[in-house]
Nanobody, 122 residues
Framework: QVQLVESGGGLVQAGGSLRLSCAAS????????MGWFRQAPGKEREFVAA????????YYADSVKGRFTIARDNAKNTVFLQMNSLKPEDTAVYFC???????????????WGQGTQVTVSS
């Protein structure tokens, strides 16, 4: 059974940092690209960051470039999202996703987690 379980969300003040983790099981993690998406209340789900199966290629939305870093540990079947200099507009539910093709389009991803809430106060 495929599972993606996010953790690390919470409440933080603007300018602070959080590190999200996504633990994967039930599929060959090292064969899959991984992505992070987010969805704020009343808004559509949007791409945040992605990483290739090897970790050699990373992609970021313009809104988070220079502040967020995606990384993966294939030995631990885990992908991370380090979020620094957080802003109130980063408030959203953050989802991790796995797909055989890397990119910023949600439809490329086959498996999704349940999400973790990130709230940034001003």
């Amino acid at each position: 059974q495929v599972q993606l379980v996010e953790s690390g969300g919470g409440l933080v003040q603007a300018g602070g940092s959080l590190r999200l983790s996504c633990a994967a099981s039930g599929f060959t993690f090292s064969n899959y690209a991984m992505g992070w998406f987010r969805q704020a209340p009343g808004k559509e789900r949007e791409f945040v960051a992605a990483i290739s199966w090897s970790g050699g290629n990373t992609y970021y939305a313009d809104s988070v470039k220079g502040r967020f870093t995606i990384a993966r540990d294939n030995a631990k079947n885990t992908v991370f999202l380090q979020m620094n200099s957080l802003k109130p507009e980063d408030t959203a539910v953050y989802f991790c996703a796995a797909g055989l093709a890397e990119g910023w389009v949600a439809s490329l991803y086959d498996y999704w987690g349940q999400g973790t809430q990130v709230t940034v106060s001003s």
